[in-house]
C-alpha cells in the first residue's frame, strides 16, 4: 500500500491484489502457523484425500481458530451446499466453560476449538431435502471438512466474524445429501478417465511413473443478475415470494434499442457492485470482469477461472455477497431466470475445459488443431457426451425457473447441441472425408482486417488484432469459446455444481469409450500411431456429428431438423427429469461411482418435488395478488367510472366516453374471476396428488396455462386501472429506478 494511497479518500486503502485471500485461512497461514511435520503431515493426508489423525486436527483447528480469532471471529460454522440451490450453516461459540473448582476458582471462561470439531458436525438433517433416503428416525446427517476448499472468515458490520469450514454433507450410511459430495466424485471420475487417455498416448518409459497424475475441470461462471430498487421490490409480493413478476406489462421501451449491453452501469449499481468486488477479493474470489446486460436493470459479473470444486464455492459466495451488498445500497438483487417476462432473462455461462497437473489446457486447439490428436481426441469425447447425454445435461439445467427462460426466444433452446465453429468444423469435416483442410491457418487470416471484408485498407494509428479460432454463435445452449466449453443455458439462480457434475461424469465415460476405441484400434503395439488416433477421431466425428450445429438455434427450422437428426426437443423440467430415469444415463452415473442408486432415485424425487413446491407456491401467492390487489383496484375503478357515468345520466350529458371503458372492464374482471376460481380448484388437486413426479407433472400441465391465462386478463386491466388506484409497482419503475 502505498503512503499516497493511504491518505487519498478511498474505499479501501489497498491495491485489489493486496486484499486479495485476506479473510481465507491459506495453506502459507496453515504453514506459518503449524510446526514442519504436522503441516507435512497436513499435506499428506489431504493429498491421500485420508481422514486426518486426531493430533494433525487438533493443530490445525488450534492454529485456525487463534487466526480466526485475531480477526474477530467468535464463532465457527461447517458450511455445506444441501440440494437447495443454496448454502447452509449453523454457527458454535469457541466459547466453552471449564470447570475448575477442585482447584478452588469455580468456573472459567475458555475458548476452544477441538479437531473433532473441525472435521465433523451433526446437524439435524431432518429438514434438508433427502428424497425420502432419511426418514425421520434416521435423521442424522453429517458434515465433514471438504479439506480441498480453504476455511475463512466473513466479518459482520459490528467487527466480530464467523470462520466457515466448506464442509460435505452426507447421511448416516454415507449417501451424498448435497451438491459438494457428487461434484467431488465427478471430478475424480474425470481426472482417472482423462489420466487413462493421456497415459495411453504418452506412456512413460517402463519403471518410470505416469507423466500426467491429475486432470483438473476448470470452471468460470459468468453470473446475471437484475438490481432493482429495494422500496418497490417490497410492493410486490410475486418478486419477494417467488423472485419474479407473475403480471406486469413491458413499458413502450425496453431492451429494443441495445442501449443498455455494456452501457455505463448506473452509479448506485456501480457503488455495490465495486463494494461487492472488494468483499470477494478478501474471499480469494477472483472477480475480474462487470457489465451491464442486455435488458435494463440486468447486470454481469464473471471471475477469472478456477478449479471446479471451487469455483462452485466462489459463485455461491458471489451470490451471497451480491445479495447482501445490494441490500446495504437499497437495491435488491434477482437471481431468478426470468423476473420479467418479455425482456432477457439472466443465465449462468458456465465456462468448462480440462487442464492436466502441468496446467496444459486440454481443450487448447494450438495453432494447428489438424495435427493436434490430443486436443482432436478430447474434443470428440465432449461430442461424444453431450451427443450420447444430451438428456441428461438438460435435466441438469432444469428447473420451474428456468423454463420460462428456455426454449423462449432468447435463451438456448431445449434442444441441446454444440458449437465448433467455422475452423473446427472444417478440421473435423476434413478427417471425417479424408482430404486435406482448407488452409485456414495462414497467419493473415489470424489477424482481422480493419477495414472490414471489402475494404483493403489499414488505420495506421491502430494495432492489426489477433483472431480468434472461433466466431460467437449466442444462440447454442454448448459452444466452443476458444479454448474451453460455454455451457450456456444453465440458470442464473441454481448452483452449478449439478449441471457440471453431470457434465464431468459423461465426459469421464466418453473418455473411457475413447480409450477403450484407442486401446482396440492398437491392437498389440504399445504406442498408438498417428493413424491409430485419425482413425478413433475419425469414428467419433461421425458418430457425434448429429449433435453438432452451427446455425440458429432459435429458428423454427432448427426445430425440425433436431428432430430428423434424432436430437431430443425437452420442452419442460418435469420432462427433462425422466432422463434421470433413462437407462443409458442411469447405467453411466453408476458405473462412474458418481451416484449410487438410491442417490439417484433420491435427486429424481427431489427435483420433481421442489418443481412442484415452486409452481404451487407460484399459484397462490397469484391467487392472493388477484384477490387483494388486482380485483379490489379494477372494482375500485369500474365504482368510479360506473358513479360518474350515473351522474352525467342525471344531468343529460351525452357525450360518455367513460361507458366505453367501463364495458371493456367488464369482460375482463368477469374471466379473471373465474379463472381465479378455477385455479384455485385446480391447485387444490394437484396439492393432494402424493407421488412427486406425477405432481410436478399435473402441476406444468394444468397449473401454468391457467396461470398465463390469468396474467393476460390482470396485464390488459394493468393498462386501464390508473395508475393511483394501482397499487402494485410496474416494469417501468422497476426497470428503470436503479
Ligand atoms: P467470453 O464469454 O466473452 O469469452 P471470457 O473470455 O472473459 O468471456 O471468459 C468467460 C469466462 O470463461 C471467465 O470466467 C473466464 O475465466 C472463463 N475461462 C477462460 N478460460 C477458461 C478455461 N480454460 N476453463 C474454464 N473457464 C475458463
Ligand atoms: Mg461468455
Known amino acids: 500500500?502505498?503512503?499516497?494511497?493511504?491518505?487519498?479518500?478511498?474505499?479501501?486503502?489497498?491495491?485489489?491484489?493486496?486484499?486479495?485471500?485476506?479473510?481465507?485461512?491459506?495453506?502459507?497461514?496453515?504453514?506459518?502457523?503449524?510446526?514442519?511435520?504436522?503441516?507435512?503431515?497436513?499435506?499428506?493426508?489431504?493429498?491421500?484425500?485420508?481422514?486426518?489423525?486426531?493430533?494433525?486436527?487438533?493443530?490445525?483447528?488450534?492454529?485456525?481458530?487463534?487466526?480466526?480469532?485475531?480477526?474477530?471471529?467468535?464463532?465457527?460454522?461447517?458450511?455445506?451446499?444441501?440440494?437447495?440451490?443454496?448454502?447452509?450453516?449453523?454457527?458454535?461459540?469457541?466459547?466453552?466453560?471449564?470447570?475448575?473448582?477442585?482447584?478452588?476458582?469455580?468456573?472459567?471462561?475458555?475458548?476452544?476449538?477441538?479437531?473433532?470439531?473441525?472435521?465433523?458436525?451433526?446437524?439435524?438433517?431432518?429438514?434438508?431435502?433427502?428424497?425420502?433416503?432419511?426418514?425421520?428416525?434416521?435423521?442424522?446427517?453429517?458434515?465433514?471438512?471438504?479439506?480441498?476448499?480453504?476455511?475463512?472468515?466473513?466479518?459482520?458490520?459490528?467487527?466480530?466474524?464467523?470462520?466457515?469450514?466448506?464442509?460435505?454433507?452426507?447421511?448416516?450410511?454415507?449417501?451424498?445429501?448435497d451438491e459438494k459430495t457428487v461434484l467431488l466424485r465427478s471430478s475424480e471420475a474425470v481426472s482417472r478417465t482423462a489420466c487413462t487417455l493421456l497415459n495411453l498416448l504418452d506412456p512413460a518409459p517402463p519403471g518410470h511413473p505416469c507423466i500426467v497424475n491429475q486432470v483438473f475441470t476448470t470452471l468460470g461462471t459468468e453470473q446475471e443478475f437484475f438490481l432493482v430498487d429495494r422500496a418497490l421490490y417490497a410492493l410486490r409480493p410475486d418478486l419477494k415470494i417467488c423472485g419474479r413478476s407473475l403480471i406486469g406489462n413491458l413499458p413502450p421501451r425496453h431492451q429494443q434499442l441495445e442501449d443498455h449491453y455494456f452501457g455505463k452501469l448506473p452509479s448506485r449499481v456501480l457503488s455495490a457492485i465495486s463494494e461487492v468486488e472488494l468483499e470477494l477479493y478478501k474471499l480469494g474470489v477472483p472477480l475480474k470482469t462487470r457489465h451491464n446486460e442486455v435488458a435494463p436493470a440486468q447486470f454481469e459479473v464473471a471471475p477469472i477461472f478456477e478449479e471446479a470444486v471451487l469455483a462452485v464455492d466462489h459463485n455461491l459466495l458471489t451470490m451471497d455477497a451480491i445479495h447482501k451488498v445490494a441490500h446495504r445500497h437499497k437495491l435488491k438483487a434477482l437471481f431468478?431466470?426470468?423476473?420479467?417476462?418479455?425482456?432477457?432473462?439472466?443465465?449462468?455461462?458456465?465456462?468448462?475445459?480440462?487442464?492436466?497437473?502441468?496446467?496444459?489446457?486440454?481443450?487448447?486447439?494450438?495453432?494447428?488443431?489438424?495435427?493436434?490428436?490430443?486436443?482432436?481426441?478430447?474434443?470428440?469425447?465432449?461430442?461424444?457426451?453431450?451427443?450420447?447425454?444430451?438428456?441428461?445435461?438438460?435435466?441438469?439445467?432444469?428447473?420451474?425457473?428456468?423454463?420460462?427462460?428456455?426454449?423462449?426466444?432468447?435463451?438456448?433452446?431445449?434442444?441441446?447441441?454444440?458449437?465448433?465453429?467455422?475452423?473446427?468444423?472444417?478440421?473435423?469435416?476434413?478427417?471425417?472425408?479424408?482430404?486435406?483442410?482448407?488452409?485456414?491457418?495462414?497467419?493473415?487470416?489470424?489477424?482481422?482486417?480493419?477495414?472490414?471484408?471489402?475494404?483493403?485498407?489499414?488505420?495506421?494509428?491502430?494495432?492489426?488484432?489477433?483472431?480468434?479460432?472461433?466466431?460467437?454463435?449466442?444462440?447454442?445452449?454448448?459452444?466452443?469459446?476458444?479454448?474451453?466449453?460455454?455451457?450456456?443455458?444453465?440458470?442464473?439462480?441454481?448452483?452449478?455444481?449439478?449441471?457440471?457434475?453431470?457434465?464431468?461424469?459423461?465426459?469421464?465415460?466418453?473418455?473411457?469409450?475413447?480409450?477403450?476405441?484407442?486401446?482396440?484400434?492398437?491392437?498389440?503395439?504399445?504406442?498408438?500411431?498417428?493413424?491409430?488416433?485419425l482413425a478413433v477421431i475419425k469414428k467419433f466425428i461421425v458418430s457425434s456429428k448429429p449433435v453438432c450445429f452451427e446455425g440458429d438455434n432459435y429458428s423454427d427450422s432448427w426445430v425440425v431438423e433436431a428432430e430428423k437428426r434424432g436430437l431430443l426437443n425437452i420442452r419442460n423440467a418435469p420432462d427433462a427429469f425422466e432422463q434421470l430415469q433413462d437407462a443409458t444415463n442411469r447405467d453411466m452415473l453408476l458405473q462412474q461411482k458418481v451416484f449410487n442408486d438410491s442417490e439417484l432415485q433420491s435427486r429424481y424425487h427431489i427435483l420433481h418435488e421442489r418443481y412442484a413446491k415452486d409452481v404451487l407456491i407460484e399459484v397462490g401467492t397469484l391467487l392472493s395478488m388477484i384477490n387483494t390487489m388486482v380485483l379490489p383496484a379494477a372494482f375500485e375503478y369500474r365504482k368510479s367510472l360506473a358513479e360518474t357515468c350515473a351522474s352525467l345520466v342525471a344531468i343529460g350529458s351525452k357525450d360518455m366516453p367513460e361507458r366505453t371503458i367501463l364495458d371493456e372492464l367488464a369482460p375482463a374482471i368477469t374471466a379473471l374471476q373465474r379463472d381465479v376460481t378455477k385455479l384455485?380448484?385446480?391447485?387444490?388437486?394437484?396439492?393432494?396428488?402424493?407421488?412427486?413426479?406425477?405432481?410436478?407433472?399435473?402441476?406444468c400441465e394444468r397449473l401454468l396455462p391457467l396461470m398465463d391465462a390469468i396474467r393476460a386478463n390482470a396485464d390488459f386491466l394493468e393498462h386501464r386501472v390508473p395508475d393511483k388506484t394501482w397499487a402494485i409497482p410496474k416494469y417501468t419503475e422497476l426497470l428503470f429506478t436503479s
Open 336 to 533: 431468478h431466470e426470468k423476473p420479467f417476462a418479455g425482456i432477457n432473462g439472466s443465465g449462468k455461462h458456465c465456462n468448462w475445459s480440462l487442464s492436466t497437473d502441468r496446467g496444459e489446457n486440454l481443450l487448447d486447439p494450438t495453432e494447428k488443431p489438424e495435427t493436434n490428436y490430443r486436443f482432436l481426441l478430447f474434443l470428440v469425447a465432449v461430442l461424444h457426451a453431450v451427443h450420447k447425454h444430451g438428456g441428461l445435461l438438460r435435466a441438469g439445467i432444469s428447473s420451474a425457473s428456468n423454463d420460462h427462460r428456455l426454449g423462449a426466444n432468447e435463451a438456448p433452446p431445449g434442444i441441446i447441441s454444440v458449437f465448433l465453429g467455422e475452423h473446427l468444423t472444417e478440421v473435423l469435416r476434413s478427417i471425417e472425408e479424408s482430404r486435406p483442410i482448407k488452409n485456414f491457418s495462414r497467419p493473415e487470416i489470424q489477424t482481422i482486417k480493419l477495414g472490414g471484408r471489402v475494404l483493403d485498407v489499414k488505420v495506421s494509428t491502430l494495432p492489426n488484432i489477433a483472431r480468434d479460432l472461433t466466431d460467437r454463435n449466442r444462440t447454442s445452449p454448448f459452444a466452443f469459446t476458444g479454448n474451453k466449453f460455454e455451457f450456456r443455458a444453465v440458470g442464473s439462480k441454481q448452483s452449478p455444481s449439478f449441471p457440471v457434475t453431470l457434465l464431468n461424469t459423461a465426459i469421464a465415460s466418453s473418455l473411457s469409450d475413447v480409450a477403450a476405441a484407442l486401446r482396440e484400434q492398437m491392437g498389440d503395439r504399445p504406442y498408438p500411431t498417428d493413424a491409430d488416433k
Open 680 to 699: 384455485e380448484e385446480v391447485s387444490k388437486e394437484v396439492e393432494a396428488i402424493e407421488e412427486a413426479s406425477v405432481k410436478s407433472h399435473a402441476a
Open 1 to 177: 500500500m502505498s503512503e499516497q494511497r493511504k491518505s487519498a479518500i478511498i474505499a479501501s486503502p489497498y491495491y485489489p491484489s493486496e486484499l486479495y485471500g485476506r479473510n481465507v485461512f491459506t495453506l502459507k497461514d496453515m504453514a506459518n502457523a503449524l510446526p514442519k511435520s504436522v503441516f507435512a503431515s497436513f499435506l499428506r493426508q489431504m493429498r491421500g484425500r485420508q481422514t486426518l489423525d486426531k493430533a494433525t486436527s487438533d493443530a490445525v483447528a488450534h492454529a485456525v481458530r487463534i487466526w480466526a480469532m485475531d480477526r474477530g471471529a467468535t464463532h465457527f460454522s461447517h458450511w455445506f451446499q444441501p440440494q437447495t440451490d443454496t448454502t447452509a450453516e449453523k454457527h458454535d461459540a469457541f466459547l466453552a466453560l471449564k470447570n475448575t473448582s477442585f482447584l478452588g476458582e469455580g468456573v472459567h471462561a475458555i475458548d476452544t476449538f477441538h479437531g473433532s470439531e473441525l472435521l465433523q458436525s451433526e446437524p439435524d438433517a431432518s429438514s434438508f431435502p433427502s428424497g425420502g433416503m432419511r426418514t425421520t428416525f434416521e435423521a442424522r446427517g453429517y458434515t465433514i471438512w471438504d479439506t480441498t476448499s480453504p476455511m475463512f472468515i466473513q466479518p459482520h458490520a459490528n467487527g466480530t466474524a464467523v470462520l466457515y469450514i466448506p464442509s460435505v454433507f452426507i447421511s448416516y450410511n454415507g449417501d451424498a445429501l
